[in-house]
């Protein structure tokens, strides 16, 4: 007899419903990878889709883009839900994604059954007005490749390529050129959104502020990429790289030009976590600490409250 897949005990705690999209906050939704760290960004998202905080962009890099997609869509709880269920999904992470689409993540059977049999509004997030960009980094290139919804052949095959991991994953081909995790190029994309000119840009960290990434020569480096230059130097740069970019992220948020939720305590769940108590907590951390954010966000963006 096969034995039953592990779920979160508490999923059907997780809150749903549809978000109101009818009048969306110009601006621009920026949100950092991590794998399943990305669990806090989807409570964080939820939370705010619960007090009408709608963003008319969203870029995301890696497990940003992913649970980016159930913003644009308006579905609470879509994401959170879906990571809680079928994280033991041999299909979706583990043997069978590896056999499918020769990574850690199964992304067709994920794009496909799952966010069919989930209730992903497919429609209405490729039909909605609402930008949507997806961050790869182009392995030839060792530049960030930047897939926008509506100006890509396929915005799906683009957020799988945002989040193909190194090493344990093949490369994505898009238009005849190869790609890998968008994290490589960029990990917070933020300065995209400030020369795309906007004006309001709120960032979800997957990392406490005070966290900086070791500097360290990647392993296997040399074997793997040995004919892709450029995805070695992105790997051999891409700590001290990302540390500049949070130093930058700091001052830009001390001048209020940008807004920042971060974890309010460390996360310290593995990359690839599978203790489905650990992810949901984490979701939960996500989810309070937008809630605490309200407040100050919906001043930031100039969003009248109830109590004024």
Request: charge should be negative; include cysteine.
């Amino acid at each position: 007899m096969e034995e039953a897949m592990e779920v979160y005990e508490k999923v059907d705690e997780l809150p749903q419903g549809q978000a109101d999209l009818r009048y969306l906050q110009h601006g621009c939704m920026v949100l950092e990878g991590g794998a399943w760290r990305g669990l806090y960004t989807q409570g964080v998202l939820d939370a705010l889709m619960e007090n009408d905080i709608n963003l008319d962009c969203t870029i995301g890099v890696s497990a940003g883009a992913m649970s980016g997609l159930a913003y644009v869509s308006g579905q609470i709880g879509f994401s959170g839900r879906m990571n809680l269920t079928y994280r033991n999904d041999q299909n979706y992470c583990g043997i069978g994604a590896l056999k499918k689409d020769h990574g850690i993540t199964g992304f067709t059977y994920a794009f496909t059954e799952l966010f069919d049999k989930g209730g992903f509004a497919r429609q209405d997030f490729l039909n909605s007005p609402r930008r949507f960009v997806a961050v790869a980094t182009d392995i030839d290139t060792g530049k960030p490749v930047f897939f926008e919804k509506g100006k890509c052949p396929d915005i799906f095959k683009a957020v799988q390529a945002s989040a193909t991991v190194p090493y344990v994953s093949e490369p994505v081909e898009i238009e005849g050129r190869k790609h890998l995790d968008g994290g490589l190029g960029v990990k917070v994309p933020y300065e995209w959104a400030l020369k795309e000119g906007y004006e309001k840009i709120v960032v979800i960290r997957t990392r406490d502020r005070d966290y900086r990434k070791p500097v360290k020569k990647p392993s296997g480096i040399n074997h793997m990429y040995r004919k892709e230059p450029k995805a070695m130097e992105d790997l051999a740069e891409e700590a001290p790289r990302y540390n500049i970019s949070l130093d930058r992220l700091d001052m830009l948020e001390k001048k209020k030009r940008l807004y920042v939720i971060a974890p309010s305590k460390p996360i310290t769940i593995r990359r690839f976590e599978d203790d489905m108590n650990k992810l949901g907590d984490l979701y939960w951390q996500g989810y309070e600490d937008g809630k605490n954010e309200i407040r100050g966000l919906k001043a930031y963006l100039g969003i009248s409250t109830q109590e004024e």
